[in-house]
């Protein structure tokens, strides 16, 4: 070929590539009958099957495709429309310069119907929707009932809601705090069926104003209200009757009222079927409350509590009224207050066996036989007004709260013994914080002021065989407490911040106790009173991107304390500088993976308890010398990581923590132990224990099986040394639990089951002696529904103290009842321990000693409510 | 004799009126009837997430696409229900308690989108705040970038496709289903999209329900104001964040003695979605 032809060739060939590259394909697209189709898709794919180009017919089934930058030699075209068959034509690229039509024939539409659930879980940022629908069943009596199905999420007997194993901080209803941290108040009434979502606040920040500055490690926890159960009251009202070995009696009414200004939540309760209210006006988040120390000097349960639910085993008649009401004032202000009081009165009857180990290893065996009877009154005020702008927070809380406890033990041992124990307690806070925010800068002052007294304070034993009084001993005292803090810091560019808090702590204290005898001569009698003024600086660093916040501080504490030994008219002064320090760094990953590593090095310094150097006796045979007589010092040196992993897509939940303290202390505890008492006390000697831990939880729900699997499990390691019996103990302790759990719906809801496996072992080794002690868990609720508004449902409940020696021992509970909704008004019937079980029996160890508890259970009983919901 | 008569009649009115009013709720209802443009076979209905972030919530809208012959209705899922309440009801006259009790439980909307396929126009019927709008415009040529990215949606494989349009960029998935058609004014992809969402996740639309039933639609046959989508935006805009000033004039609600009564302003939950 000569050159020329050669070139004319190359160039024809060229032009030849370039039409390819702009190709138009026009064409119609008519159904048989002859009519035009408009809206047909017209898809042009490649050699390879890829979509190149696509096109859309018009009114008048005309099409126009225009092809980019193709050497394949042939193409693809797919006509599809609507309730018309598909039609594929495969072209070669070089005849493409007549219209290329498409005549389509009727076919039956085609188009599968979709239902999507709403998705079970969505994530937005660090906010976690949990869809109440896809968790619900229809046998759930509150949204607690739902709470405990969700993954991630845990709930303890008393209500209290973790999320990823760390306690949540703030509970919001429409993301207003309405009760203060007693939400077991809501989670327990509310009905899920009233609930359209369930949010959780990771790493929630509460006031506005600190907003990408400092954030929390804790979550929060908010309820959405359905649309249409806003504006109007809603609730329950139930009343119930039964019987078991007496009659049992019910009644109870709630209501609620949310609006987008004004929320208010009621109850008023009451029963004798095994339910106390206490737990529903606890505080389950943190609190500032700082009683006396005398308080708690008498346990309410000095001869043990069971590790079942209280209404298993105690007889009560409990009440409570509760009044929870917020206003808000305007977008960024609202006024709230509540008012609650209850009632519970219980009684039960245990024994306990103890087993203490004395000199040269020999055991001094303690047999009680006890009936317990507790009075509690319990009230709390509260009123706060609270403005949560980003530029301006103000908190401004009011708080009191009085408990009196008016207790009867029975105890039958070698004697029989009467002990009855009175206390009247009460407590005033007061807290005010105001943050601003200045462009870079903030400002924050806080003035925390409580004042707790505890006027009657003592235990009356009486020796009932001889109807004669063995002694009273009072524990009376008086509290007065203050914190004045400010912080500023300022913002080093985008990332860094510097700043300082300067605190101001001081407490009072004043404490009485006295031992009197029958014979009228007091001994034992403690008087003493004093300060501890703590004064803080605080230099902190903060390091903050998108992935990493770097916090170090270094606290400089300046400690005076004075405190009074007035009958001895000895002093206990203190006045020295303590520095401790504690860095943290949290890590974001991608995927949310979530990690904080912290380590640091805090010192306790004592309180006036370690100056209370003469005997109380806190039962008929217990002692307790409070201090060393000496102001005590502790030193904790600690590291922790934390591990939060999430994806809410595939509904997997994972954390892992793991601890360990170093703890240095110039005090030791130490027990003696003879046949007419036991005595606890502390002296004067440098000390050293430590403790690791490890806790692991995972949870997965798996949407197509309707199931959510969780898993935990924890590893806890301590040593510490102690006295008895004059001697050095080093006490070596392993504890182990191991927890699994599923939840299950199937057959279109209309089973549920939830299956619940625990087991748990002590390894305790003290110089030469070792004991273990394990337990077996496991329980299963199964609710069937056979048809629509009736429910049957089960719950077995077996524990097995021990496994390893023996099977034979074991606690099994069986409840079953049955309910029936009609309209508004539901029917329910409850049977509980089916089994007519009479005893619970389980084995504690704590130190050298071993504690055998067995209580009298409640018997069979049977229950008929009508609860009618509005 | 004359004054007893007056006052008896009086009492009387007043009384029937009374009564009048007490009786409403169990009057028939006078339902305003809807123009019905088509019937449609397929219906799709939509989640439609919107951030405010002035008042930085999220909220979720439910929508239903109706798609005809001829036309296609993109509105309120509980106008669609109730609708449908209605229809079931057939020729059954129905009391205002009745009608109130529906309204409540399908807070329905009115405002709605219709296209006309034939003619490749739109129009829009809308509220603010007391009165009602329409527009008219051309179904925009959204000019797509197809991608190979596929993912599952509503159950059906769909395929991704970016654009820009009306001041924000979106990310949409198509399926396999030959309408090409979608949520508010999407549309012109070789398949029904099944989810559409802005950049910046302001503005999420996805399919949550595909169904076939047989139903009419329409728009309702209200006094509509014609207007242009420039116009009709930036009302809607003033009244969704200073609904306040609309009170005026008659509107403006009074204190006792006849003064002003001053409205607080308020930002209503609200974003956009057109920026231009």
């Known amino acids: ?870 | 004799m004359r004054k007893l008569v007056i006052i008896a009649v009086i009492f009387t009115t007043i009384s029937s009126y009374a009564q009048n009013w007490g009786n409403f709720g169990k009057q028939q209802a006078s339902i305003t009837p809807n123009v019905i443009v088509d019937n449609s076979e397929l219906q799709c209905l939509y989640q439609h997430t919107v951030y405010d972030t002035i008042l930085a919530e999220h909220k979720d809208f439910y929508e239903i696409l109706e798609i005809g012959k001829y036309y296609s209705k993109y509105g309120n899922y509980g106008s669609y229900q109730l609708d449908s309440a209605l229809n079931e009801l057939g020729d059954t006259p129905i009391t205002n308690d009745d009608f109130k009790i529906l309204a409540n439980k399908y807070d329905p909307s009115w405002e709605c989108i219709i296209k006309n396929i034939q003619t490749e126009s739109l129009k829009v019927y809308g509220k603010i705040f007391t009165d009602r709008y329409v527009y008219e415009e051309e179904i925009e040529n959204i000019k797509w970038d197809l991608h190979k990215e596929h993912q599952i949606i509503c159950g059906y494989e769909c395929y991704k496709a970016t654009t820009t349009f009306r001041g924000r960029e979106w990310i949409a998935w198509y399926s396999d289903i030959p309408l090409s058609n979608g949520p508010w004014k999407f549309g012109n992809l070789p398949g029904l999209i099944l989810k559409v969402e802005d950049s910046k996740q302001e503005h999420v639309f996805t399919a949550i329900m595909i169904k076939r039933d047989q139903t009419d639609f329409g728009y309702k046959k209200f006094q509509y104001f014609k207007t242009t989508r420039q116009k009709y935006n930036e009302s809607l805009i003033e009244y969704m964040n200073e609904s306040h000033k609309f009170f005026t004039g008659d509107l403006q609600p009074r204190n006792v003695d006849g003064s002003p009564l001053k409205i607080q302003k308020r930002k209503r939950f609200f974003n956009s979605i057109e920026l231009e």
Request: contains cysteine; charged residues 20%.
């Open chain 1, 1 to 870: 070929m000569k050159k020329y032809e050669i070139i004319i060739l190359l160039l024809l060939l060229h032009i030849h590539i370039q039409c390819i590259a702009q190709l138009n394909i026009v064409g119609s697209v008519i159904s048989i009958d002859g009519e035009c189709i408009m809206g047909a898709s017209i898809k042009v794919y490649d050699a390879q099957q890829a979509l190149m180009a696509y096109a859309i017919s018009n009114a008048k089934g005309r099409y126009l495709v225009t092809l980019n930058d193709t050497t394949d030699s042939y193409i693809t075209i797919t006509c599809s429309s609507l309730g018309h068959k598909n039609a594929t034509r495969k072209i070669h690229t070089d005849s493409i310069s007549q219209s290329i039509d498409f005549i389509l024939h009727q076919s039956d539409i085609e188009i599968k119907e979709v239902v999507v659930k709403a998705p079970a879980i969505r994530t937005i940022g660090d906010t976690i929707q949990y869809n109440v629908g896809s968790f619900m069943s229809s046998t759930d009596r509150n949204i607690e009932d739902v709470i405990k199905r969700l993954p991630g999420i845990q709930v303890e007997e008393n209500g209290q809601i973790f999320y990823n194993g760390e306690s949540i901080n703030k509970f919001y209803i429409e993301d207003l705090d309405l009760l203060g941290g007693r939400y077991t108040i809501a989670t327990r009434n509310i009905s899920p069926k009233d609930i359209a979502s369930i949010s959780i606040y990771e790493n929630h920040q509460s006031k506005q104003v600190l907003k990408e500055i400092t954030t929390s490690d804790k979550a929060a926890l908010n309820l959405k209200l359905k649309d249409n159960k806003k504006l109007k009251p809603i609730g329950y009202a139930q009343i119930g009757g039964g019987y078991g070995d007496e009659i049992n009696w019910l009644a109870e009414l709630f209501g609620m009222i949310i609006s987008p200004t004004n929320q208010t939540i009621a109850t008023v309760k009451g029963n004798n079927s095994g339910n106390s209210y206490i737990p529903e006006t606890q505080i389950l988040t943190s609190t500032n409350t700082h009683n006396t120390i005398s308080e708690d000097i008498f346990t309410q349960y000095p001869f043990g509590e069971a590790s079942i639910p209280d209404n298993r085993y105690l007889r009560n008649q409990s009440a409570t009224t509760t009044l929870n009401t917020l206003f808000k004032v305007n977008k960024n202000s609202s006024i709230s207050a509540y008012i609650d009081y209850t009632y519970d009165a219980n009684h039960y009857n245990n024994n306990v066996i103890t087993r203490y180990i004395s000199d040269n290893n020999n055991t001094i065996q303690v047999i009680e036989n006890n009936h317990s009877q507790l009075k509690n009154h319990i009230a709390n005020i509260r009123v706060k007004y609270e403005n949560n702008s980003n530029k301006l927070y103000v908190l401004e809380e009011l708080k009191i709260n009085g408990k009196i406890n008016d207790n009867l033990y029975n105890v039958a041992n070698n004697t029989n013994i009467k002990q009855s124990l009175n206390t009247n307690n009460y407590n005033i806070t007061n807290d005010f914080t105001t943050i601003i925010r200045n462009n870079n800068n903030l400002y924050e002052i806080k003035s925390l002021v409580c004042f707790s007294n505890t006027p009657r304070n003592y235990i009356d034993v009486t020796n009932t065989n001889k109807e004669e009084f063995v002694f009273r001993q009072t524990a009376e005292g008086l509290a007065f407490y203050t914190k004045e803090s400010t912080s500023f810091s300022w913002l080093l560019g985008h990332n860094s911040q510097l700043g300082s808090d300067i605190t101001f702590e001081a407490r009072y204290d004043e404490f009485y106790s006295k031992h009197f005898q029958s014979d009228n001569i007091s001994n034992n009698e403690n008087r003493n009173k004093g300060y501890k003024i703590i004064t803080s600086i605080v230099p902190f660093y903060q390091f903050k991107n998108e992935h990493i916040t770097w916090r170090t501080e270094i606290p400089v504490r300046m400690y005076n304390i004075g405190y009074e030994d007035i009958l001895n008219s000895s002093d206990y002064i203190l006045n020295k500088p303590f520095i401790d320090v504690r860095s943290s760094i949290n890590f974001n990953f991608w995927g949310h993976i979530k990690s904080v590593f912290t380590i640091g090095r805090e010192h306790n310094i004592g309180d006036i308890d370690n100056i209370i150097i003469n005997p109380i006796n806190t039962t008929y045979r217990q002692q307790i010398v409070m201090g060393a007589g000496i102001i005590g010092e502790r030193v904790n040196n600690y590291t922790s990581f934390t591990a939060t992993y999430r994806n809410s897509l595939s509904g997997f939940f994972g954390s892992l923590r793991a601890m360990y303290n170093i703890i240095k202390s110039n005090t030791i505890s130490s027990s003696y132990i003879s046949s007419q008492n036991s005595t606890y006390s502390s002296i004067n000697t440098s000390n050293k224990g430590s403790n690791a831990s490890i806790i692991l939880n995972i949870s997965k729900n798996k949407r197509s099986w309707n199931t959510t699997f969780s898993l935990s499990g924890s590893a806890i390691y301590l040593r510490r040394q102690t006295y008895r019996q004059n001697e050095m103990l080093n006490i070596k302790s392993q504890i182990y639990s191991i927890a699994a759990d599923i939840y299950s719906t199937f057959w279109e809801d209309r089973i549920s089951a939830n299956i619940n496996c625990r087991y748990g072992t002590s390894i305790q080794y003290a110089n030469e002696m070792n004991t273990i002690i394990d337990e077996l868990t496991m329980s299963c609720n199964i609710t069937l529904s056979p048809i629509k508004n009736w429910d049957i449902f089960g719950k077995l409940y077996f524990n097995l103290p021990e496994p390893s020696i023996s099977t034979m021992l074991n606690n099994t509970f069986i409840d079953c009842g049955t309910r029936y909704k009609f309209n508004k008004i539901t029917f329910e019937l409850t049977g509980s321990n089916l089994t007519n079980k009479h005893i619970y029996t389980y084995t504690q160890i704590s130190n050298y000693d071993q504690y055998i508890y067995s209580f009298s259970l409640r018997p069979i009983e049977i229950l008929f409510s009508v609860r009618y919901d509005f």
